[in-house]
């Protein structure tokens, strides 16, 4: 069974500071990994897709990397702003289990200006 | 696009009452999502429909929970009874297309009394 483990759960940082999130997962064999946040109250917004066979996706100041053998992944924000203020989930579906995604319990995150 | 759409967004019952939440994926879409999030366990999958057809129901508590897809534009998940303990945050998604990234909607907030 796949397991997801997010690691801080929370975390803080003054403004423009650099930073990484950090994703691990127990079995290798995935279809992809998907790195979403979630405002409060809100539902949950995709940010980056990494398929298997990638090793990184960006997005503006967001920049997601996969490494399948060690089973991890990680979320760099570049220069944060009070407006990242968020929890940010990862998400790795399972090869063979197309659609079928298991979460990580997210890293709440809180960038104070 | 208007995105996920889902209704009610709040629904306060009683226990014993029959509840039953809507979602209208993403036009085009052919994969549709239920989710149930908690405190206590996070982010869980409960069914997953491919092209109408449900694929993996193995999220489902239990019999209480029902869902269906009768066409491609809309889905229920029904709870009935319903209990204290099923109070939660429920989110619908999907996804399709060239894109295997989730669409979430804005969720509906359930609190059984």
């Known amino acids: 069974k796949q397991e997801v483990t997010q690691i801080p759960a929370a975390l803080s940082v003054p403004e423009g500071e650099n930073l990484v999130l950090n994703c691990s997962f127990t079995d290798s064999a995935i279809y992809n990994l998907q790195w979403f946040r979630q405002d409060p109250g809100k539902g949950l917004t995709s940010l980056l897709l990494i398929q298997s066979s990638q090793r990184e996706q960006t997005s503006g100041r967001l920049n997601a990397s996969l490494d399948k053998s060690s089973g991890r992944s990680t979320l760099y924000i570049a220069a944060s702003q009070p407006g990242d203020s968020a929890t940010y989930l990862c998400a790795v579906t399972r090869l063979g289990n197309a659609g079928k995604s298991t979460f990580g319990d997210g890293t709440t995150l809180t960038v104070k200006p | 696009d208007a995105g996920v759409i889902q209704s009610p967004r709040h629904e306060v019952t009683e226990m014993g009452q029959e509840v039953t939440l809507r979602c209208k994926p993403i036009s085009g879409h052919n994969s549709l999502f239920w989710y149930r999030q908690t405190m206590m366990r996070g982010l869980e999958l409960l069914i997953y429909?491919?092209?109408?057809?449900?694929?993996?129901d193995s999220g489902m508590p239990e019999d209480r929970f029902s869902a269906k897809m009768p066409n491609a534009s809309f889905s229920t998940l029904k709870i009935q009874p319903s209990e204290p303990r099923d109070s939660a945050v429920y989110f619908c998604?999907?996804?399709?297309?060239?894109?295997?990234?989730?669409?979430f909607g804005p969720g509906t907030r359930l609190l059984v009394l």
């Open positions: 998604a999907s996804s399709g297309g060239a894109s295997e990234t989730q669409y």
């Open positions: 429909f491919n092209n109408n057809v449900p694929i993996d």
